[in-house]
C-alpha cells in the first residue's frame, strides 16, 4: 500500500481536460510544498513533469498544471493529445524521519 | 546534458548483497543536487529507496534503512547503492537520479536486477 492515494485509472478523449488526484495526510501533501509529478510511458523511466506543487520544468507542456489543497494535490493535463497516454505518478516531502514517499501511480486513456 | 548510467549484476541470489553504480556525465556530483535511487518492481509503482548528496549525507527509506547504504564517489562521479540480504520482493528496475526536495529532474535508463537461486 502506498503512502499516498491516487486513482488507479482515468480516461480523457482527444482534446479534453483530466485531474489526477494525490491524497496524502498533513504529514506530507498538508505540511509541505514538495509535491512532485512524473510522467511513465512503458518500458521508459520517469520524466517530472511538476515540481514544487505549480512549477513546470522546462519544455513541458504548459497543458500540464499541479495545485494542492489541504492534504490533495492535483495534475490537471488539459487539451489531452495521445501522447499524453502513460502512467502518473505523485511524490511527496514527507519529513525528516520518513523523507520521500510516492503514490500508487495513475494510468491515464487517452480514447 | 546531465546523463546518468545504471551499471551492475542483472542476477542476484538470494540472501547476497545486490551493488549497483550510477555514472554521471554533464555534471559534477561535487557541484550540488541530491543524488538518488528508485526502484520499481515489475508491473508495479515507483518506490523511493534513498538519496546522497556530495558531502556523503544520506537519507533513506524507512522500510529499506536497515538494508540499504548509498555512498558517493565524487573523483570518478559515481555514486553507488548496496541493498543486502536480497529475497525475490527486492526484484525491480533500479533507477537513479539527480534531484532536490522530492523532485528528481534527470533519470538514468534503469536496471532490470532480478533475484532468483
Known amino acids: 500500500q502506498s503512502a499516498l492515494t491516487q486513482p488507479r485509472s482515468v480516461s480523457g478523449s482527444p482534446g479534453q481536460s483530466v485531474t489526477i488526484s494525490c491524497t496524502g495526510t498533513s504529514r506530507d501533501i498538508g505540511n509541505y510544498n514538495y509535491v512532485s509529478w512524473y510522467q511513465q510511458h512503458p518500458g521508459k523511466p520517469p520524466k517530472v513533469v511538476i515540481h514544487?506543487?505549480?512549477k513546470r520544468p522546462s519544455g513541458v507542456p504548459d497543458r500540464f498544471s499541479g495545485s494542492k489543497s489541504g492534504n490533495t494535490a492535483f495534475l490537471t493535463i488539459s487539451g489531452l493529445e495521445a501522447d499524453d497516454e502513460a502512467d502518473y505518478y505523485c511524490c511527496s516531502y514527507a519529513g525528516r524521519d520518513v523523507h520521500v514517499v510516492f503514490g500508487g501511480g495513475t494510468r491515464l486513456a487517452v480514447l | 546534458q546531465v546523463q546518468l548510467q545504471e551499471s551492475g549484476p542483472g542476477l542476484v541470489k538470494p540472501s547476497e548483497t545486490l551493488s549497483l553504480i550510477c555514472s554521471v556525465s554533464?555534471?559534477?556530483?561535487?557541484?550540488?543536487?541530491?543524488w538518488g535511487w528508485v526502484r520499481q518492481a515489475p508491473g508495479k509503482g515507483l518506490e523511493w529507496i534513498g538519496s546522497?548528496?556530495?558531502?556523503?549525507?544520506?537519507y533513506y527509506s524507512s522500510s529499506l534503512k536497515s538494508r540499504v547504504t548509498l555512498s558517493v564517489d565524487t573523483p570518478n562521479n559515481q555514486i553507488s547503492l548496496r541493498v543486502k540480504s536480497v529475497t525475490a520482493t527486492d526484484t525491480a528496475t533500479y533507477y537513479c537520479?539527480?534531484?532536490?526536495?522530492?523532485?528528481?529532474?534527470?533519470w538514468g535508463q534503469g536496471i532490470l536486477v532480478n533475484v532468483s537461486s
Open positions: 537520479g539527480r534531484g532536490a526536495v522530492a523532485t528528481i529532474d534527470y
Open positions: 554533464g555534471f559534477s556530483i561535487r557541484d550540488g543536487f541530491f
Open positions: 514544487d506543487v505549480t
Open positions: 546522497i548528496n556530495h558531502s556523503g549525507d544520506a
